[in-house]
């Protein structure tokens, strides 16, 4: 399987949660390559079998969470008949930010097989959990 995973990171949380899910998936078997939003290899996403993008939840603490610098997010070339899973990175509360994410995700041609917000303290066990349940959820589907 090979697996792209797609980042933007303000912090390095994000890049981090990218690193970690990519190892996860190559410790799978997985083909794995991790770019940031703004070094995409084009012949790599042409080739993913699953493709994971992930940005920060931007917002305040009580309300008004949303997707991180969506403007980059949008500049991922379209991703028709890709499965993708979308991941972020939070602070303290994530409010609906993965929905919001995962709608961009869809309007830009994803279909969006899973979408979670990873706590930036707890990087090291949730990021691979959810690469983990994501491989396992692409691979019974196939």
């Not at 500049?75 to 939070?90: E, G, S």
């Not at 602070?91 to 990873?118: C, F, I, M, W, Y």
């Amino acid at each position: 399987m090979n697996v792209v995973i797609i980042h933007q990171s303000r912090t390095g949380n994000t890049r981090r949660a990218a690193e970690l899910i990519g190892g996860a998936a190559a410790a799978a078997g997985a083909t794995v390559a991790v770019r940031p939003v703004t070094n995409i290899d084009y012949k790599e996403l042409a080739e993913a079998d699953l493709v994971f993008v992930g940005t920060w939840v931007d917002g305040l603490i009580l309300f008004g969470h949303r997707p991180g610098d969506t403007g980059k997010v949008r500049q991922i070339p379209k991703l028709w008949d890709k499965q993708v899973a979308a991941f972020m990175t939070h602070a303290v509360n994530p409010g609906n930010a993965a929905t919001k994410l995962s709608d961009v995700l869809e309007g830009h041609g994803a279909t969006v097989v899973a979408a979670r917000s990873l706590n930036r303290r707890r990087l090291d066990d949730e990021a691979p959990a959810f690469a983990a349940e994501v491989l396992a959820s692409v691979s019974a589907a196939a």
